[in-house]
């Protein structure tokens, strides 16, 4: 803890946040070069990690004290199982759903983001907010509109357009802190 003022661990943090962005721009363009296998990977990894919140809820449910609670978390687990294991066997099916699943995401992602930047809009750097807020909420009304036909390029294409958007909003703002604190 010899560099501990604030300044340093702005640096510090910033150099994360900058190093997370250029990240997320590097998968984002992967994504947008094969919509297909980023849609079918979002669908497995996205299935695998229900079925283990099903398994776990269901070793939890034999932890619990009473024939409610053991009845209720027994019902939840099996739902995750069921849901996980349906998405992994019925990987096409699973990106539709997931990809409507998407579009509610980026729509509350978009206003949250946008609340955001008018709760912090004095801030430097704020407007890229805002910019990754609209951005965020067009790409949820896009997959809302051309649902279920076009699920299939869809997830990849806007699950990469987002997170390149979210990466150069990244990139910006922790620019923008370090230049604050220089």
Known sequence: ???STPAAVVRETS???LLWGVLLIILGIMAIAYPLAAAAAVNVVLAWLITLAGVVHV???FRSHGAGRVLWRLLVGLAYLFIGVYL???PVLGIATLTLVLACLFVIEGIFEIIWFFRTRS???SFWLLFDGIVTLVLGALIYMHWPSSAVWAIGTLVGVSMISSGISRVMMSLAARTAVA
């Open 88 to 90: 992994i066997v019925h």
């Open 1 to 3: 803890m010899a560099n």
């Open 59 to 61: 070793m939890l449910a």
């Open 15 to 17: 150099t994360l946040s």
């Open 123 to 125: 801030g430097s750097g």
